[in-house]
């Protein structure tokens, strides 16, 4: 491998030098381009993806100055590839470039699917706001581009760390949205109960007995086989637990729901703070007694 890098630094400065010798006939961006090219190439066999990121940084610059956005964009998009393995913050950097050439020149899907990766990354990095405000930014250009399953899946990502950060009325909002239009498509449609649970699951987040109530109906209104679903069951067990401050009862409706369907770690996380406010609700009366 290391015999791969020094090849790539070889040409590397062999494309460093033809940028600054001010001798060069020809267009020296266009064949310093092609130098950088092979060595980020053999740089990438080496395994040496700090300096495959840069060169292709100074490819991208390369490609700007012979003003090719396009083939710069992918570029800065290769750079930040490379970088992924190495330095997050600098593979964001460098896809964010990428995303700004794209939208310049109309590439609104590519620019998506940029945005949406941006998005992963600062999910694994814990930064939920920008993670939102990324998976916002994807979910606009896919719908720019019709692409609606795209849209709402970065949309439903967008809802569930709005709950986790208790943004509880704009998750609700999206699912009961997303569940509305899974409704009105064959296909869809029998997604929409899960939507719907999680809706209702933010709602019980809220702490409003009415609410939730309210909600519950409005559900079956949207979808009248709603009230016969096991997802309707669990959520109207658990609100008459909340009436009634039975701790028992609420561990217990999810003990049963679970034990056919799997809850998965976001529902668990929710229905755990659910559970602390209805026990820290029976704690005060116990005290009152």
């Keep these: 491998m290391s015999d791969q890098i020094v090849k790539g630094e070889e040409l590397e400065k062999q494309a460093d030098k033809k940028l600054t010798d001010w001798k060069f006939f020809g267009n020296k961006h266009e064949d310093a381009a092609d130098l950088f090219e092979k060595a980020a190439n053999f740089y990438k066999i080496g395994k ?20 090719s956005k396009q083939e710069a ?6 750079a930040g590839h490379c970088y992924k393995k190495t330095n997050t913050t600098e593979c964001i950097s460098r896809l964010e470039q990428a995303v700004d050439l794209l939208m310049e020149i109309g590439r609104l899907s590519t620019s998506a699917k940029f945005c949406k ?4 990354l600062y999910e694994q990095e814990q930064n939920l706001e920008k ?58 449609k029998y997604g929409a109960k899960g939507h ?6 933010c709602q019980l987040c809220k702490g409003d007995d009415v609410a939730i109530t309210n909600a519950l109906e409005k559900y079956q209104d949207l979808d009248p086989t709603f009230g016969g679903t096991r997802e309707y069951k669990l959520l109207a067990d658990l609100t008459a637990s909340i009436e009634e401050e039975d701790v028992t009862k609420f561990t217990d409706a999810i003990k049963e729901f679970d034990s056919m369907t799997k809850l998965d770690a976001w529902k668990t996380t929710l229905l755990l703070r659910v559970k602390d406010l209805l026990k820290a609700k029976e704690m005060e009366e116990d005290d009152l007694t």
Excluded: T
Excluded at 196 to 201: K, W
């Design 131 to 188: 993670a939102m405000d990324y998976y916002d930014k994807a979910s606009d250009l896919y719908l720019g581009e019709e692409s609606i399953s795209y849209a709402n899946q970065c949309r439903l990502k967008i809802a569930e760390h709005a709950a986790e950060m208790q943004q509880y009325q704009k998750a609700i909002e999206i699912f009961e949205d997303i569940a509305k239009q899974a409704l009105s498509n064959n296909l869809l």
């Design 117 to 120: 990766e941006i998005a992963e």
């Design 196 to 201: 719907l649970l999680n809706a209702g699951i």
């Design 73 to 78: 964009a992918n570029a800065y998009a290769d």
């Design 48 to 67: 040496s993806w700090d300096q495959a990121g840069a060169v292709y940084v100074k490819l991208a610059e390369c490609y700007m100055k012979l003003d």
